[in-house]
């Protein structure tokens, strides 16, 4: 099993940048696929991005495409999300989640473990 510990959200003006981190603890970091999710009141549970446990190799949602950045450090445990160019729309809780497999897949139900959540909310 793995524990993942987000933080770094805030309030933050349109335009403007955070970078959220999720650190693990537990079984080894670099032997699961890492990615990012968000869900805003009332909305489901949605991806954002996603990095390979195996070649690095990464996904993103159409929506942050070029202003969303996903890394991780596997000697340090942790997984980044470097958010440029926030828009009001990106507000939401965003959530670290961890899976076995290799793929950076978008389907939330392929992830078996899941942080706690960190809030981003982005004023217009």
């Known amino acids: 099993q793995v524990q993942l510990v987000e933080s770094g959200g805030g309030l933050v003006q349109a335009g403007g940048s955070l970078r959220l981190s999720c650190v693990a603890s537990?079984?080894?970091?670099?032997?699961?696929?890492m990615g990012w999710f968000r869900q805003a009141p009332g909305k489901e549970r949605e991806f954002v991005s996603a990095?390979?446990?195996?070649?690095?190799?990464?996904n993103y949602a159409d929506s942050v495409k070029g202003r969303f950045t996903i890394s991780r450090d596997n000697a340090k445990n942790t997984l980044y999300l470097q958010m440029n160019s926030l828009k009001s729309e990106d507000t939401a809780v965003y959530y670290c989640?961890?899976?076995?497999?290799?793929?950076?897949?978008?389907?939330?139900?392929?992830?078996?473990?899941w942080g706690q959540g960190t809030q981003v909310t982005v004023s217009s």
């Open positions: 990095v390979s446990r195996t070649d690095g190799s990464t």
């Open positions: 989640a961890a899976r076995s497999g290799g793929s950076p897949t978008y389907i939330v139900g392929s992830y078996a473990y």
């Open positions: 537990g079984r080894t970091f670099s032997s699961y696929t």
